[in-house]
Each structure stands twice: as C-alpha cells, then as structure tokens.
Antibody, heavy 117, light 109 residues
C-alpha cells in the first residue's frame, strides 16, 4: 500500500533553515509528482510547490520563491523540502502529498515545525 | 496570483444535503482547473475526496460528489453524517501552480 512517512517534529530559531523528508513506499517513486502543503495554526492549507521525482524539476508557489528548495533522492525514494530564513509565521504543520491524475491523493502524516527564539 | 474563495462556514442537519462552492478570481471555474476537494479534521492529515471536478478516490464515501455549478466548483454532500463535520478545502490548478481556497467549516447539527 502507498505510504508517505515524514520526518519528526523540529524546533528552529528565526533565521535558521529546516529540511523535512518524506519517504515514499508502495509504488514507483519516480512516476508521481510530490507536492508540499503547509497549515499554520488556525489557518488554512497553503500550497508550497511540487517536484517531479523523475527529472528533479520543481515549481514553487510565488510566496515561497527564493526561500524553498525541493529535492529528491531516488535511491531512497525520499522527497525533501527545505525552507530557509525561517520566521515565526513559518510555524506550521508541513505535509507531503502524492499527485495522481490531476489530484492530490495520498498524504504524509505531517511534520510540525516550530520557529521560536 | 489566483485567489480562490469559499464559504467560510455552513451548517447542515444530519441526513441533510449541502453544497459547498469555490470561485476563482480569474473567472469561471472550469474542468481545466481540475478542482480538487480535500477534507481536513483537527489533528489529522488532510484526506482527498474529489479530484478533477467529479472523480472520487476509492475511499471517498458515495454521499460526496463534485461538479461545476454556475461558474464555480462545487462539492455536494447528500445525507450528512456526524463524522462529516470538518473543514473542506477546494484546490484549483492555474498556470502550472495550485491554489487553495480559504476552506469551509462544515458543521453537522
């Protein structure tokens, strides 16, 4: 069965970077785009961007341009999302989600990132 | 930057029917926007319900359906259950990027 398992919670100081991983299993990793979405406390879902695990090609939401980097390691079927220059309003739960046939399908369990001095 | 607008909140009676909608700032929502509907409950990961306007995932209860209605994307819940109380998000594709609506808090009461 398809599983997306994310790395554990992180606490970071303002200005630091965080890298969240998303290990995929149960399907051919390179055949499906991986998206990243976040939800800040009391806020809605926010699309951050996506990566083509086959080519490594990326597209980022305008609001994250210059601060987010999405990568993948096909040898360990894992996608990564790194966010830099962290601010307090980056405190959120970050999710990876597999894209299939024009829809977000399977989701990771989420990773809480807390930014606090 | 596309702005997607949803009703902030709606209430439905148990067993009743309700329709949630999402509008796009770029104009009418069409099948080319590939509307997705996603359910989110507190403390849980989001759950995909509908993709590409009206397609259900294998786990999507039959009481949920998607459509286009009056230039908007629409999610209809027929025969609401207490467990359907949640936040529902519309997601639209535009220009290669994805845009979420602000979400609709659905109360079953």
């Amino acid at each position: 069965q398809v599983q997306l398992v994310q790395s554990g919670a992180e606490v970071k100081k303002p200005g630091a970077s965080v890298k969240v991983s998303c290990e995929a299993s149960g399907y051919t990793f390179v055949q499906y785009y991986m998206h990243w979405v976040r939800q800040a406390p009391g806020q809605g879902l926010e699309w951050m961007g996506r990566i083509n695990p086959n080519s490594g090609g990326t597209m980022y939401a305008q609001s994250f341009q210059g601060r987010v980097t999405m990568t993948r390691d096909t040898s360990v079927t894992t996608a990564y999302m790194e966010l830099s220059s962290l601010r307090s309003d980056d405190t959120a739960v970050y999710y990876c989600a597999r894209w299939n046939s024009w829809g977000l399908e399977y989701w990771g369990q989420g990773t809480l990132v807390t930014v606090s001095s | 930057q596309t702005v997607v607008t949803q009703e902030p909140s709606l209430t439905v009676s148990p067993g009743g029917t309700v329709t949630l909608t999402c509008a796009s700032s770029t104009g009418a929502v069409t099948s080319g926007d590939y509307p997705n509907w996603i359910q989110k409950k507190p403390g849980q990961a989001p759950r995909a319900l509908i993709y590409s306007t009206n397609n259900k995932h294998s786990w999507t209860p039959a009481r949920f359906s998607g459509s286009l209605l009056g230039g908007k994307g629409a999610l209809t819940l027929s025969g609401a259950q207490p467990e359907d109380e949640a936040e529902y998000y519309c997601l639209l594709y535009h220009g290669g990027a994805q845009f979420f609506g602000g979400g609709t808090k659905l109360t079953v009461l």
